[in-house]
Nanobody
Framework: VQLQASGGGLVQAGGSLRLSCAAS????????INWFRQDPGKEREFVAAIRWGGGRTYYADSVKGRFTISRDTAKNTVYLQMTSLKPEDTATYYC???????????????WGQGTLVTVSS
């Protein structure tokens, strides 16, 4: 199953944006869909995750209370609703599938191009 992230853009601080992660097929129920983000020159960091089977969610402390991850099982799509955006949320956002929330995939994983979110102050 391949994942494609979209929905990024330019938004002012305090604004909102919704990212989408579309799967090419139906993920297994054991699959976890994660959102990560990366600024140039920095490590890729975990943002949020959701278990495909059951829908349990997980968040990094930095986004808890501002971001909401959800899934639409009919569309095989995971969303990341981002509110109260801050300039430090600026990054390229990627979605990735794993079996453990927050774990990064192995070195051979294809991350795709991600989607760029820019928050202006």
């Amino acid at each position: 199953v391949q994942l494609q992230a979209s929905g990024g853009g330019l938004v002012q601080a305090g604004g909102s944006l919704r990212l989408s992660c579309a799967a090419s097929g139906r993920p297994f129920s054991s699959t976890v869909i994660n959102w990560f983000r990366q600024d140039p020159g920095k490590e890729r960091e975990f943002v949020a995750a959701i278990r495909w089977g059951g829908g349990r969610t997980y968040y990094a402390d930095s986004v808890k209370g501002r971001f909401t991850i959800s899934r639409d099982t009919a569309k095989n799509t995971v969303y990341l609703q981002m509110t109260s955006l801050k300039p430090e949320d600026t990054a390229t956002y990627y979605c990735a599938r794993t079996t453990t929330p927050g774990d990064k995939p192995g070195p051979s994983y294809y991350w795709g191009q991600g989607t760029l979110v820019t928050v202006s102050s």
